[in-house]
């Protein structure tokens, strides 16, 4: 059974930083690229960013560029999400997210697994 | 980027009825779109990838439909269990993978 638990959520002032992490299982983790989307409270969601199964592509969205950062450890199974410089705009439910295909091309498609969230709270 | 932009807002369905849920991409997307399904307080589940298939474990009265901008998922006999946010998402030109912003489905 696929399963996805993020942790890291919590409260942090505007300027801080936050790692989040996402452990995996039930899965082949390396082979998959993994993502991160965000849901605003009360609001759709949101792309943020994504790596390719051996962790050397990444992507992002246009805004965290240049202040989030994605990585993973295929040894132990765990997507990060680096966030510095937040902002209360990134005020979110952080999903951890599987991609459907297995890593061919570097970049997600879809995502058919998705974790329970982890809330990142920006605020003074 | 790609927009896409769902209608209606909210819908609300009488038990058995059937509802219709339209998704629109400001340029096309061919048929690399998906539907999830976000009940209250859980993650979103995916429902139909490539416009059209059913996911794994997706009852058969869920159908999508559409290709290029315009899609369409429909929800035959509507049950109570399928209250829920849906969300559309293109894969068709990236980055970044963008989303409606969802159609929330209502017993009537």
Known sequence: EVQLLESGGGLVQ??????????????????????WVRQAPGKGLEWVSSVSGSGYTTYFADSVKGRFTISRDNSKNTLYLQMNSLRADDTAV??????????????????????????????? | EIVMTQSPATLSVSPGERATLSCR?????????????????????????????????????????GSGTEFTLTINTMQSEDIAIYYCQQYNNWPPWTFGQGTKVEIK
């Open chain 1, 94 to 124: 952080y999903y951890c997210a599987k991609d459907y295909y297995s890593d061919t091309s570097g970049h997600p498609y879809y995502f058919d697994y998705w974790g329970q969230g982890t809330l990142v709270t920006v605020s003074s």
């Open chain 1, 14 to 35: 505007p300027g801080g930083s936050l790692r989040l992490s996402c452990a995996a299982s039930g899965f082949t983790f390396s082979i998959y690229v993994m993502s």
């Open chain 2, 25 to 65: 991409a400001s340029q096309s997307v061919t048929s690399n779109l998906v539907w999830y399904q976000q009940k209250p307080g859980q993650a979103p589940r995916l429902l139909i990838y490539g416009a059209s298939t059913r996911a794994t474990g997706i009852p058969a009265r869920f159908s999508g439909s």
